[in-house]
């Protein structure tokens, strides 16, 4: 007879019959992991544990992957729980362990069989000299864009990446992707408001020529769009867009402080990102919205995959396709740059273990690390303009988004430009700085603790974190309804987490009408209840009195419950400086000349962007001119 089958229930058998009771079957656990329960299955056979799948979650898969291929294999070669976590994924390592531990509990059988001698961890080896024509340093957006466009090219490339997986913030973000792509775009109305923008802007006077040229070009594309005349079937007028347009904001939600020419490349190259990355298999959402910030609803975002994933794993999809010659290097943190003879030619970085690393390039590096928003000492040093961005204010950006290749360039002379500018994204939860806790898209109505609205909703980043920072608390709900909300039929949003546990943590409240929202919001409901009211209205008429909003496009309308509200406050997300580049990507050093053998693309540049960000316009910056980089570095090289 089987053993496990002498005894009733395995755990009242554990107790029961322990010195002959051994466990065989598949037991199921759970437990929480980063964002939710993880949940397991555990093959055991005569107290082996044969196998460990990992099932149910909602973690992000860039960041899981590893964590689920590793751990349980470790579990099972060593028949050990004493298994160290994955840098990088503690929380998601944590819970599969916890989830494992569960289960065992779960089949009776003794648990202290699995976690007697040492603690056991995952086996890297890294190669001490490796050589390839192109050394990228860092696996975001940029460096992904970047390797891709070179190994196209036929160069052999090397990404050097500090953590155990690849993706960066571009892949931890919303996944807006601003592009004037006027076929999209125009499946909205245009509103008078909007209207009213461009009209403003073609009145103004230009500061410089460049942005005279860019003036032009919209009075013509603006012309050209007038005599089309093309309308919707109820006789509303077709958005409006076009990449001088997408310039024009930009530069100007900047301040004018951003090089016009680097803006301008921008917003061309974003409509050709669009198509390649639509050639490699993303698949976009049919209509795009305006992403918090985004200053026109030209945010596009992947239908096929949750928040900015979608863009990693095409890059990644394509890679594996295309057999294209692209080597990642896991747990690798280049320190230096190395120059020979007024030449970058190689990295030097460290493994885990603190393991040397020299990797030459023989026909350029390309700097890939982002931005800084993760060190603390770093925004302290830069910042001028929030007075206090110490570890009270959270950040939005993973743990290892700390500056690196700023600090590595500067070492070489390379000049810094806008370090000062650093951007707090209005709608992060209050406690982590995440940007996941929410069941809308788009922008829209917006709340104070009072129950009423405090800001053109619409407005820049900057302008909307102030106004945030002086509301009672600090904090604000966004609004929306059931039929706008992005909840998929998995009851999931759009960052691949369970609604109902965000629902249980009180991030996100729902009532079936606005006096009921009010009171879980902690509102006083009649405010709230005029609130929207005046916000429908607002909809209807698209007349925005209270706060000059310009438009409500279709998916932030409240006509009807239920409702929805998720609570939010300023965290650090984005630093707009970094190292100056030219519109081919080469690094400038303090002399305006630029450094041979280095490139740079993404969030470690600067001058892109000004003084603040607009929203969707970062995942176009460094995939667009990630790309310009890995075309670049093979077309000088030859
Ligand atoms: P971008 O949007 O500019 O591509 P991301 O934040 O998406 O920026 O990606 C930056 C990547 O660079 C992250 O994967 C991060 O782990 C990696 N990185 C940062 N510093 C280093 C370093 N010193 N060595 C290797 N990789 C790094």
Request: charged share 25%; aromatic share 6%; proline share 4%.
């Amino acid at each position: 007879m089987h053993a496990a089958t002498k005894c009733l229930a395995a755990a009242v058998a554990a107790a029961l019959c322990s010195s002959v009771y051994a466990a065989s079957g598949t037991f199921e656990g759970t437990a929480m992991g980063k964002n939710d329960q993880i949940k397991v299955s555990v093959e055991l056979k005569e107290d082996r544990i044969v196998s460990v799948k990992v099932g149910e979650n909602y973690e992000t898969p860039s960041i899981s992957r590893r964590v689920f291929k590793v751990v349980p294999e470790l579990i099972v070669d060593n028949q050990t729980v004493n298994v160290d976590s994955i840098s990088g994924a503690t929380f998601t390592s944590f819970g599969v362990l916890g989830a494992v531990r569960d289960a065992l509990k779960k089949s009776g059988t003794d648990i202290s069989k699995f976690t007697k001698g040492p603690r056991v961890s995952e086996k890297i080896t890294i190669d001490p000299t490796p050589k390839a024509d192109v050394v990228i340093i860092g696996g975001g957006g940029a460096g992904l864009s970047a390797a891709v466009t070179a190994a196209r090219k036929g160069a052999s490339v090397l990404i050097l990446e500090k953590s155990s997986f690849v993706g960066g913030n571009t892949m931890a973000a919303g996944g807006g992707f601003n592009a004037a792509v006027p076929e999209t775009v125009a499946k909205h109305d245009m509103s008078k408001g909007q209207a009213d923008l461009i009209e403003a802007q073609l009145a103004a006077k230009p500061l410089n020529e460049k942005q005279a040229e860019l003036i032009a070009q919209l009075a013509e594309d603006w012309k050209a769009y007038k005599a089309r005349g093309e309308k919707h079937a109820d006789g509303k007028p077709v958005l409006f867009d076009s990449p001088a347009w997408h310039a024009l904001q930009t530069w100007a939600a900047g301040d004018n402080k951003a090089d016009l020419n680097l803006v301008d490349k921008l917003s061309h190259l974003a409509p050709e990102s669009v198509k390649i990355l639509t050639d490699m298999g993303l698949v976009w959402n049919d209509k795009t919205s305006q992403y918090v910030g985004a200053l026109w609803p030209r945010s596009h975002d992947a239908a096929n995959y949750k928040s900015g994933e979608g863009f990693i794993q095409t890059f990644l999809q394509t890679i594996a396709k295309e057999k294209l010659p692209v080597k990642i290097s896991y747990y690798t943190r280049a320190d230096n740059l190395v120059m020979k003879d007024g030449r970058v030619v190689g990295v030097e970085a460290k493994g885990p273990k603190g393991e040397k690393m020299f990797a030459s390039a023989n026909k350029g590096v390309i700097l890939a690390t982002g931005g800084f928003s993760a060190n603390i000492e770093m925004r302290m040093k830069y910042d001028t303009k929030w007075g206090n961005l110490d570890s009270s204010i959270p950040t939005t950006n993973l743990s290892g988004i700390t500056g690196d290749g700023i600090v590595m360039a500067e070492k070489l002379g390379a000049n810094l430009v806008g370090m000062e500018y650093i951007q707090l994204l209005p709608i992060c939860d209050p406690e982590t700085g995440s940007v996941q806790t929410t069941v809308s898209i788009g922008t829209p109505l917006y709340v104070n603790m009072e129950g009423k609205r405090f800001v053109n909703e619409l407005e820049r980043r900057d302008v909307i974190s102030k106004a945030i920072l002086e509301q009672p608390g600090k904090k604000f709900w966004k609004v929306i309804n059931a039929k706008n909300a992005r909840i998929d039929k998995n009851g999931v949003n759009s960052y691949g987490l369970k609604v109902e546990t965000l629902i249980k943590q009180g991030k996100v409240v729902k009532a079936d009408t606005v006096e009921e929202l009010a009171q879980k919001m902690g509102v006083p409901a009649d405010n709230l209840v005029k609130t929207v009211k005046a916000w429908n209205e607002f909809c209807r008429k698209q007349v925005d009195e209270e706060f000059g909003r310009p438009s409500c496009l279709d998916n932030v309308t409240l006509f009807e419950g239920p409702y929805y509200a998720d609570i939010h406050s300023p965290a650090v997300h984005h630093t707009m400086g970094g190292v100056q580049i030219d519109t081919s990507t080469h690094v400038i050093d303090k002399n305006g000349k630029p450094i041979p053998g280095l490139y740079a693309a993404g969030e470690v540049t600067g001058g892109i962007h000004g003084t603040n960000r607009v929203g969707a316009n970062a995942i176009p910056d460094a995939l667009s001119f990630g790309r310009v980089a890995g075309e670049t570095v093979v077309n000088e090289n030859k």
